[in-house]
């Protein structure tokens, strides 16, 4: 038994893959607090139970950490739990209610029904982490067989400064507060600086899907961690980098050039995922779009030269290499698996020919940026990828066949081509991809579609529609007592990174409207920092009820930036050096 006075990710096994732990296990060590009520004064556990299940929608302070009622009053001597179901403990041990996580309703957070669980007893051994509710000091017991490691070099992260120094700061949405800085903090948890690992879709927290890394690391966690923290952001590219070699020879045992990174991906880099996903080869661009945008963002042509070029340059031969040209010299991406996993194998999917023109046109730059040659074929092959046209609707069609009004996806893929690719569109066009197909997406898919929705509703100043979509990318999946985030509404597969990666994105790229744009890119909104081949801007959109947006600490070329947006939509930056 130790106790949880080291962050996270100290707490691993020998074997990476085989993380069991509940990373939700740190956030107590962070800030332990005093809970104590006033002598004699208790408050009944159901009544308390359900405060702390609500607490983080009604704190108007960001403190995470203590699991108090909102009277201040003492709730129980000890509180239980797993992230899913919870118990609480009299002073004696014994479990004398338990409760299930809190789930919405029409917009409001409810607290899962207690009950008397005879067989509590029985189950208290299975969980990890115990409270104390009187000191705030969390204990976990670690699973049989695992290690604490030392981490070379490795030290517990200083919390109170990476909050001081990097922080999304939101007035007028207490509630929005608390769920930004809870992901931060589990995205945070789940990797450090030098880290050779990726990031799971349930980080550290949990042994589902195996530890293993798919395009959640680099389309919905990288971005949320690029703009502020490049450092953690980088070990999602040194995982890919390290299994570079791996990528080649899958690539030739399909007899394609280049590289060819595995859709589920472990410790070798070899395809694990079962033969029909493993048709999912827009990770191969996906990898190349984190690797470029770190030197947009970083401008670190040393990583370009030794790290980032090797992967955008093999990723971009394999798409030269896997297209086929058709007799009007247009090119085609056949028979993939896109990320509307249940259309099965499709044929032009609008989401792969869009991040592989990505992965191309990078290609070329970045051969540029080091004064290499580029391969011509890469510019012919963006510039004659098809994407699709729905003619009836007047917007890109999510792939080749006919699409009805039966037609629903199972997540975000279309209109991922305006986020995070920046294709730009018309209004009037991206207003009716918008509303199409968000229409035409299931209620019960993964939780990142609804961020996408918000960022584009951001675009086009749909303020209302962009919060309620915002909301809509967490309300449903937070499970009480800590933020757990789940993978869908239907489930608890908490802690889901990938998810939380998604409801940053819509602050940061949505509400912030912050953008890079390369070479003479334009678009709207100010210019906040750059050089004459890059520049960060900011066309921010805040939605009704938030008076004033911080983004503090942005990372951006060797400046240091605190963006603050009024409520008038008016962006300033104070730079802080390097």
């Not at 006033?38 to 702390?52: I, N, Q, Y």
């Not at 009053?73 to 992230?83: H, K």
């Not at 982490?129 to 490691?149: A, C, F, V, W, Y």
């Not at 959109?541 to 938030?546: A, S, T, V, Y």
Request: aromatic share 10%; glycine share 8%; with cysteine.
């Amino acid at each position: 038994m130790q106790d949880s006075c080291l962050p996270a990710a100290y707490f691993i096994p020998m074997e990476y893959r085989s993380i069991v732990f509940a990373v939700a296990a740190a956030l107590l060590a962070c800030g332990c607090h005093d809970a104590s009520s006033p002598s004699g004064v208790k408050t009944p556990a159901l009544s308390a139970a359900a405060s702390a299940n609500q607490q983080f929608l009604t704190r108007r302070t960001y403190d995470p950490w203590v699991l108090s009622s909102i009277s201040g009053f003492n709730i129980a001597p000890l509180y239980l739990t797993d992230g899913r179901k919870s118990y609480l403990i009299d002073g004696g041990g014994k479990p004398i209610q338990k409760f299930t996580a809190g789930v919405y309703v029409d917009n409001s957070l409810q607290p899962g029904a207690p009950e008397k669980d005879a067989a509590a007893q029985g189950q208290a051994g299975l969980f990890e982490q115990t409270l104390d509710m009187r000191t705030g000091k969390l204990t976990t017991h670690l699973p049989e067989g695992s290690q604490i490691l030392s981490l070379p070099g490795f030290q517990p992260p200083d919390w109170a400064k990476i909050w001081d120094q990097s922080d999304i700061v939101i007035a007028g949405d207490p509630e929005a507060q608390q769920v930004v800085h809870s992901s931060l903090f589990y995205l945070l948890s789940s990797t450090y600086p030098g880290s050779p690992h990726s990031i799971p879709p349930m980080g550290l927290s949990s042994a589902v899907y195996k530890g293993h890394i798919f395009w959640d690391a680099e389309i919905w966690m990288f971005p949320a961690l690029i703009a502020q923290h490049p450092e953690y952001a980088k070990s999602i590219l040194d995982y890919r980098f390290a299994r570079l070699g791996q990528a080649r020879k899958n690539a030739a045992k399909h007899r394609f050039a280049g590289a060819e990174y595995p859709w589920e991906s472990a410790e070798t880099g070899e395809e694990v995922a079962p033969e029909e996903f493993a048709k999912e080869r827009h990770i191969t661009a996906d990898v190349a779009y984190a690797a470029w945008q770190y030197y947009l963002w970083t401008g670190d042509k040393k990583y370009l030269r030794e790290e980032g070029w090797p992967m955008i340059q093999a990723t971009a031969q394999y798409w030269a290499s896997r297209v086929t040209k058709d007799g009007d010299d247009s090119y085609h991406i056949r028979q993939i698996m896109s990320p509307d996993e249940t259309a099965g194998l499709v044929d032009d999917d609008a989401w792969t020919n869009a991040v592989v023109r990505y992965n191309l046109n990078a290609a070329t730059a970045a051969a540029a940026a080091l004064g290499l040659p580029a391969d011509p074929k890469w510019t012919d092959i963006a510039d004659a990828l098809i994407t699709l046209s729905d003619s009836d609707r007047g917007i890109p069609a999510e792939h080749a066949g006919d699409i009805t009004e039966r037609f629903a996806a199972k997540q975000a893929d279309t209109l991922l081509m305006i986020h995070p690719l920046n294709e730009k569109f018309d209004a009037t066009t991206t207003g009716r991809m918008l509303d199409f197909y968000a229409a035409h997406t299931i209620k019960t898919g993964p939780a990142m579609t609804s961020c996408i929705h918000s960022i584009v509703a951001s675009e086009l100043d749909r303020g209302s529609e962009a919060l309620d979509y915002f909301r809509e990318s967490y309300r449903p999946f937070m499970r009480g007592p800590w933020n757990a985030f789940s993978e869908k509404r239907t489930t608890n597969n908490v802690y889901f990174h990938t998810g939380m990666g998604g409801s940053l994105q819509s602050v940061l790229y949505g509400f912030a409207g912050l953008q890079v744009r390369s070479g003479g890119q334009g678009g709207p909104g100010k210019r906040l920092a750059g050089d004459n081949d890059v520049s960060l801007c900011a066309n921010p959109h805040l939605p009704p009820g938030w008076t004033r947006l911080t983004v503090k600490g942005v990372r951006f070329r060797g400046q240091v930036l605190d963006i603050d947006i009024n409520g008038k939509n008016e962006a300033s930056v104070t730079r802080r050096g390097t």
